[in-house]
C-alpha cells in the first residue's frame, strides 16, 4: 500500500498549473564546448553545477542544471503582503564529459526529470546535483508544504555511468510525519532487484524494523527513459 506521503506527491504532479495551455518549448543543446557556460541556451540561466569524474578517466566532468527564464511561467498567487511569486520554468538536465584537450562534450540530457517549482503551496522540490568520490551522480529532492505541513519526503536517485549509458542504480526515499514521528525509509537496489523498507519513530525513537524484498525489474532506467520522478511503482511503492 502507498504510503500518504507519497500519494501525496503523486497529487501535486497531476496538479501542476497550465500557465494559460503556453507548451513548453525545449532547446536544442550544443554538442560541444569550451566552457560549462557554453551549453546554457539563449534564453535560459545556469541554476546548478557540481563537478566530479563520472566515467574514471581521471578528469572533472559537469553534471549541469539549467532553467529557462520564460516569463510566463513567473506567477504571482495572493496579493499585497500575501502575495507570492513563484518560477514555474521548466529546466534541463545535462551531463558534460570533460575533454582530455580541453573542453566538454555532451553526454546526455533529460527534459523532464528535474520537477519544476510549479506549486506556490510547496517549497521547491528540486534540491541539487551532486558527482560523489565513486563517481555517483545523485539527485536530491525534497516535498512539503509551505504552510507548516506535517508530511514530509526526502527522495535522491543515484545514477552511474556504465554500459555507454548513465543508469539509475538506487533510490533512496524518507517519508515522515513531523507530528508522530513515524517515519518509513525505502532503499532501492535496482542491480540486484532488492529493496529495504525500515520503519522507525524518530520522536520516541524506537529501534527501525527492517523488511527486506525482492522485486521485478526488465531493465535499469536512464536519463533516456526516465520521464519524471514519482511516476512508476515497485512493490506498490510510488518512485
Avoid at 183 to 207: A, G, Q, V, W
Wanted: neutral net charge; aromatic residues 12%; hydrophobic residues 40%.
Amino acid at each position: 500500500m502507498k504510503s500518504i506521503g507519497l500519494l501525496f506527491i503523486a497529487i501535486l504532479l497531476l496538479n501542476l498549473p497550465l500557465f494559460g495551455q503556453k507548451k513548453i518549448t525545449y532547446p536544442e543543446l550544443k554538442k560541444t564546448g569550451n566552457s560549462i557556460e557554453d551549453f546554457v541556451p539563449y534564453g535560459w540561466a545556469l541554476w546548478a553545477v557540481s563537478y566530479g569524474d563520472l566515467n574514471k578517466d581521471n578528469l572533472q566532468d559537469a553534471v549541469v542544471v539549467v532553467q529557462n527564464q520564460d516569463i510566463v511561467f513567473v506567477q504571482t498567487k495572493g496579493t499585497g503582503d500575501n502575495a507570492i511569486e513563484y518560477d514555474a520554468n521548466p529546466r534541463v538536465l545535462m551531463v558534460l564529459l570533460k575533454n582530455k584537450g580541453a573542453g566538454y562534450t555532451l553526454a546526455d540530457f533529460n527534459n523532464t526529470f528535474i520537477m519544476r517549482n510549479s506549486n506556490p503551496a510547496r517549497y521547491d522540490p528540486f534540491q541539487a546535483v551532486t558527482i560523489n568520490k565513486n563517481g555517483i551522480l545523485a539527485i536530491d529532492y525534497h516535498f512539503c508544504y509551505v504552510a507548516g505541513d506535517r508530511k514530509h519526503t526526502n527522495a535522491t536517485y543515484k545514477f552511474r555511468y556504465q554500459n555507454n549509458n548513465f543508469e539509475l542504480i538506487g533510490t533512496e526515499i524518507m517519508d515522515a510525519d513531523a507530528k508522530t514521528g513515524e517515519s518509513t525509509d525505502y532503499s532501492f537496489n535496482f542491480m540486484t532487484r532488492k529493496m529495504c523498507i525500515t520503519k522507525r519513530n524518530l520522536i520516541k525513537r524506537t529501534k527501525p524494523v527492517e523488511e527486506w524484498q525482492n522485486f521485478e525489474l526488465e531493465a535499469l532506467k536512464n536519463f533516456k527513459t526516465l520521464t519524471q520522478p514519482f511516476t512508476w511503482d515497485i512493490n506498490e511503492v510510488r518512485l
